[in-house]
């Protein structure tokens, strides 16, 4: 089979067996097929998606063709001899960490759909809508979930300068911490002035599981005379994932974000059910429980009004929601709370807490985060107001 070879050799080959005169017919124009790939939930457009097109062709080796997505999912798989194809959709170069699927939303090939391909013919609208693998999250954007004026005047950097204002922003993807630099930052202040951060760390939240994080520290402005600062930008090139990703991914441009006033209390910014994979060398992890939830807030949290590490009272209070197959909502209090004492002096504990629950229903998915007013205080000491947190997707 001349022509089915064709295909499997280098295009400079092809030259030479077209030379006779009568090949024309012989040397036929490859199909291809295209379509649009996006992730569950919400149906985000991913670039780097793998697609694969794979073609068992008669007395020859497998024959495959891959091509990552685009931006805005579209892809397209050229070069394509006429025969029927199997067609796969995997995590390629996304660097989030999907199930595997075949055309048709089937996870084995077996029963995956042929899709036969004829001459030269163009075969549209292959779609398909990935799915997270079990122990990942979806979240395949990046996202800026909060910046919050923390403290004024008194914090420092690893230069040595003191006196300094914090902001500590949150994400939902870990940032990568030697993407990390302070010029990638800037800080509009009321007078539309803009500043640099000094210093842009992963510090107090400085664990592996903790990258969401990053404090920018620097002279901000004034909360009794003003400027004060309202908005940051990332200037700079970061890089991150999605909890539980394999790859670190190049952030894009992020939407600017507003910045919390000083005076402001603390809140609920995320919430995610830690997997083995990201929490087993956690140091101080739950020493407790079956299942174990991040709660992550805008600012560092501690005991209000005592300002000591959180005990009791805020144990007691949190309740991490769960939906159930039957539709029934769970409210289920911690057995403990964990991620506490993360380091000497209470004034730098961190912005997360961990619930430690007891064994879930089969199928619970989580919801949600609450937890009532004052019992929780920022470094500057305000209160938290109620939280009732919800899981988006
Ligand atoms: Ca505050
Ligand atoms: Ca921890
Ligand atoms: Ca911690
Ligand atoms: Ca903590």
């Given at each position: 089979m001349l022509i089915r070879r064709w295909w499997l050799v280098a295009g400079a080959l092809a030259v030479v067996l077209a030379?006779?005169?009568?090949?024309g017919a012989e040397f036929a124009q490859p199909g291809w097929i295209e379509g649009v790939v996006s992730v569950a939930p919400g149906g985000t457009h991913v670039e780097g998606i793998e697609v694969c097109a794979n073609a068992e062709i008669e007395e020859e080796e497998n024959f495959t063709q891959c091509q990552q997505s685009k931006a805005d999912g579209s892809y397209e798989v050229t070069g394509l001899p006429e025969g029927k194809y199997r067609v796969s959709f995997s995590s390629?170069?996304?660097g989030l960490k999907l199930v595997t699927q075949y055309w048709r939303n089937v996870t084995t090939p077996g029963p995956a759909t042929l899709i036969p391909i004829g001459e030269g013919q163009q075969v549209t609208n292959i779609n398909a809508e990935l799915q997270p693998a079990a122990g990942s999250i979806g979240r395949p954007q990046p996202k800026i979930l909060s910046a919050s004026w923390g403290t004024e005047n008194a914090v420092g950097c690893p230069n040595g300068t003191q006196g300094l204002d914090n902001i500590p922003t949150t994400f939902n993807w870990f940032i990568r911490r030697?993407?990390?630099?302070?010029?990638d930052f800037r800080i509009v202040r009321s007078d539309g002035t803009v500043a640099k951060p000094t210093c842009a760390l992963?510090?107090?939240?400085?664990?592996a599981d903790e990258a969401q994080t990053v404090n920018l520290i620097g002279d901000f402005g004034d909360a009794a005379s003003g400027p004060t600062p309202v908005a940051i930008r990332v200037v700079g090139a970061l890089q991150g994932k999605a909890p539980g990703a394999p790859k670190w991914h190049k952030i894009k441009r992020l939407p600017k974000a507003g910045v919390d006033p000083l005076s402001g209390g603390p809140y609920i910014v995320d919430a995610w059910t830690l997997m083995p994979s990201i929490y087993r060398?956690?140091?101080?992890?739950?020493?407790?429980?079956?299942a174990f939830v991040r709660v992550m807030w805008s600012n560092g949290l501690t005991a209000y009004p005592s300002g000591e590490e959180v005990g009791a009272a805020v144990t007691a209070s949190y309740r991490a929601l769960y939906r159930l197959p039957n539709g029934k909502t769970l409210a289920k209090a911690p057995l403990e709370v964990a991620d506490l004492h993360d380091h000497e002096s209470s004034f730098n504990a961190d912005n997360m807490h961990d619930l430690c629950l007891a064994r879930l229903p089969r199928g619970a998915r989580l919801t949600g985060v609450t937890i009532a007013a004052n019992l929780i205080q920022d470094p500057n000491g305000d209160p938290n107001p109620a939280q009732k947190f919800r899981v988006r997707g």
């Amino acid at each position: 089979m001349l022509i089915r070879r064709w295909w499997l050799v280098a295009g400079a080959l092809a030259v030479v067996l077209a030379l006779p005169a009568s090949a024309g017919a012989e040397f036929a124009q490859p199909g291809w097929i295209e379509g649009v790939v996006s992730v569950a939930p919400g149906g985000t457009h991913v670039e780097g998606i793998e697609v694969c097109a794979n073609a068992e062709i008669e007395e020859e080796e497998n024959f495959t063709q891959c091509q990552q997505s685009k931006a805005d999912g579209s892809y397209e798989v050229t070069g394509l001899p006429e025969g029927k194809y199997r067609v796969s959709f995997s995590s390629g170069e996304s660097g989030l960490k999907l199930v595997t699927q075949y055309w048709r939303n089937v996870t084995t090939p077996g029963p995956a759909t042929l899709i036969p391909i004829g001459e030269g013919q163009q075969v549209t609208n292959i779609n398909a809508e990935l799915q997270p693998a079990a122990g990942s999250i979806g979240r395949p954007q990046p996202k800026i979930l909060s910046a919050s004026w923390g403290t004024e005047n008194a914090v420092g950097c690893p230069n040595g300068t003191q006196g300094l204002d914090n902001i500590p922003t949150t994400f939902n993807w870990f940032i990568r911490r030697a993407s990390i630099q302070p010029t990638d930052f800037r800080i509009v202040r009321s007078d539309g002035t803009v500043a640099k951060p000094t210093c842009a760390l992963q510090f107090p939240p400085n664990e592996a599981d903790e990258a969401q994080t990053v404090n920018l520290i620097g002279d901000f402005g004034d909360a009794a005379s003003g400027p004060t600062p309202v908005a940051i930008r990332v200037v700079g090139a970061l890089q991150g994932k999605a909890p539980g990703a394999p790859k670190w991914h190049k952030i894009k441009r992020l939407p600017k974000a507003g910045v919390d006033p000083l005076s402001g209390g603390p809140y609920i910014v995320d919430a995610w059910t830690l997997m083995p994979s990201i929490y087993r060398g956690d140091q101080n992890r739950c020493a407790v429980g079956k299942a174990f939830v991040r709660v992550m807030w805008s600012n560092g949290l501690t005991a209000y009004p005592s300002g000591e590490e959180v005990g009791a009272a805020v144990t007691a209070s949190y309740r991490a929601l769960y939906r159930l197959p039957n539709g029934k909502t769970l409210a289920k209090a911690p057995l403990e709370v964990a991620d506490l004492h993360d380091h000497e002096s209470s004034f730098n504990a961190d912005n997360m807490h961990d619930l430690c629950l007891a064994r879930l229903p089969r199928g619970a998915r989580l919801t949600g985060v609450t937890i009532a007013a004052n019992l929780i205080q920022d470094p500057n000491g305000d209160p938290n107001p109620a939280q009732k947190f919800r899981v988006r997707g």
